[in-house]
């Protein structure tokens, strides 16, 4: 007579020990293959002669009527050329480096940065894929808390002018009134510094000046990502407050496109940042008879050295609204419905998904607003790069 086999049954996985063990996985692979740095990679930054090591290869950009033909290198690799004017040829002349992950960790406020792509990377995607019994219900708050503290040590990163400050009280008094949220309208605020970073890059980097230099130059695709950003996030923000969304999960959508295009803008906007030195360094070679070197030097050393904090600027409003967003949709599901002696959270549930929301609409809102009045304040000649 057969005998049955029987195999014992494994235990499952216990759920919160899967959402870790997935959110570990995504962390350590991101970090691993430098995805934060990747996202900068080959970026060029600018640095003056006697900040550069001897054997690291770089770009020479001269002004015009600079003697080229003469040295080593004449215009690809450093060397140095004799200017024709009467002044320091080292300081009329800069050295261009690509960006890669040993260079940037080198600088400040790396870790910021590297802290505000990864915490999203890892803890989001399993928030999101996996069941909901193994998906927790907090995770995307790690993200957003983090992203929201660093908005608020990175967004005063070079100091700001008072009237910089005072457009960001304006802008948090204006969000809360309206949201009558002082948790939406404390979100939005932050957006504002880092939203006239952004009209400043965009300027620049569309060429509205019409500087005609090769270097302040953005490719196609790249100017066409500045322009759907902008546009895309005006939109969203426009059609919500005419009442032509449909539904929240239209609005959601809207919202996540927004924020992806912000995201994938960021990058050129960093480049325009850098850029900017470089512009800035040109004006005060030409601006009188006597160059202003020293100006043109610190504002190089400068835009150097707080990449990282402008980088953790640029990104965090829009991994901030993905945060939101996430936790918004996660809250969704039936976590503690059914749950004996849980009962009580889901009403605290539905609170946190509505404020969610709420928050990611005033944070795309205030973003495209002080956006496009930034420009319209270039465009009139109201404000200037200096």
Known sequence: MAVPLSFPIPNPIPPPLLHAAAALALAAFAHFLHLPSLFLYALHTYIHPDAVPSNTPRAVLRPPGSDAGQGKGSSKRGGGAAAKDAFDANSA???????????????PHFGAYHAAFLLPLA???PALLLPPLAASPLAPLVPAAYLFVALLRHVV?????????????GALLVATLLSSSPFAGALASLAALPAARFARAFWLGTDQP???LAVLASSAPA????YLAVLVSSVASILRCCGFVGGAEQEVRLL???AGLQLLAARPAVQMYLNEAVFCWYQR?????????????AKVFLHNHHLCAVATQLVAPPLLVLSLLALWRVQGKDFFGGVKGLDWLVGWSVSMKEAALLAARWVVAVWSTVTVITLVCYKRGWLFVL
């Open 223 to 226: 100017r066409l990502i500045l």
């Open 123 to 125: 803890l989001l995607p």
């Open 285 to 297: 070679l030409h601006v009188s008879r006597t160059p202003d070197t020293e100006y043109g030097r």
């Open 210 to 212: 019409r500087t005609g």
């Open 256 to 258: 996540a496109a927004a």
């Open 157 to 169: 990163v070079p100091s700001p002018r008072p009237a910089q400050l005072a457009a960001a009280l």
């Open 93 to 107: 002349q800069l050295y261009r480096l690509r960006l890669s992950h040993t260079t940037l960790a080198t600088r």
